[in-house]
Each structure stands twice: as structure tokens, then as C-alpha cells.
């Protein structure tokens, strides 16, 4: 079983910076694909980011590109979401989801953080 722990919502003005964490407890085996996903409020939940453990391949939702960087530290098993000149349609809950394999359904989802951008 794997447990994932979102930190580093908030709220922040057009423009700003932030930094998601997303630390996972459990075996390293399952956490070989993680990612990230938002849910803006009336809005379906999209994909954001993935990584890939063994050589930290990236994957990026074209919202994002060139602004959004996502990152790991395997010896902690903890993915990081770097978000940059973030706009308010960037508000949204973002969640960190992790899974064995590299394509399909993830397993394993966190509860989720809260990002809010001001204009």
C-alpha cells in the first residue's frame, strides 16, 4: 500500500511562484510513474505533469509547458511540482497520484492541495 501526502498550496498573485511536494510512504516499486493532476472547481480533473522514475523521463499537459517543472528525489520517493508565472485559471486542487507502470490508470492518490492564483 502506498500513501501519498500533497504540501505547499496556497494562495499566491499572478505572476508567483510555487512549490507542490508529494511525498510517498510505501514500497518504491509502486511509485515508478507519479504525477500530477488539478480539478478546478465545476471542471473534471486533468493531467498536469508525469515523471518516471528509472530515468526521470517528464510529461507535460500543453496548459503547462515552459511554466511548470516536475521533479523527484528518489532516496526521499518524493515528487516536487515547481509552478511558475502561474495564472488564475491555475487555481485548482492539485493532486499527486503514483502507479507501478508507465502507461494507464494510476493506483494511488493523495488527498489533494489547494492552489489558488490571485489576479
Known amino acids: 500500500q502506498v500513501q501519498l501526502v500533497e504540501s505547499g498550496g496556497g494562495l499566491v498573485q499572478a505572476g508567483g511562484s510555487l512549490r507542490l511536494s508529494c511525498a510517498a510512504s510505501?514500497?518504491?516499486?509502486?511509485?515508478?510513474?507519479m504525477g500530477w493532476f488539478r480539478q478546478a472547481p465545476g471542471k473534471e480533473r486533468e493531467f498536469v505533469a508525469r515523471i518516471r522514475r528509472s530515468d526521470s523521463t517528464t510529461f507535460y499537459a500543453d496548459s503547462v509547458k515552459g511554466r511548470f517543472s516536475i521533479s523527484r528525489d528518489n532516496a526521499k520517493n518524493t515528487v516536487y511540482l515547481q509552478m511558475n508565472s502561474l495564472k488564475p485559471e491555475d487555481t485548482a486542487v492539485y493532486y499527486c497520484?503514483?502507479?507501478?507502470?508507465?502507461?494507464?490508470?494510476?493506483?494511488?492518490w493523495g488527498q489533494g492541495t489547494q492552489v489558488t492564483v490571485a489576479s
Open positions: 510505501g514500497s518504491t516499486l509502486s511509485t515508478n510513474r
Open positions: 497520484a503514483a502507479d507501478p507502470s508507465w502507461l494507464g490508470a494510476y493506483t494511488y
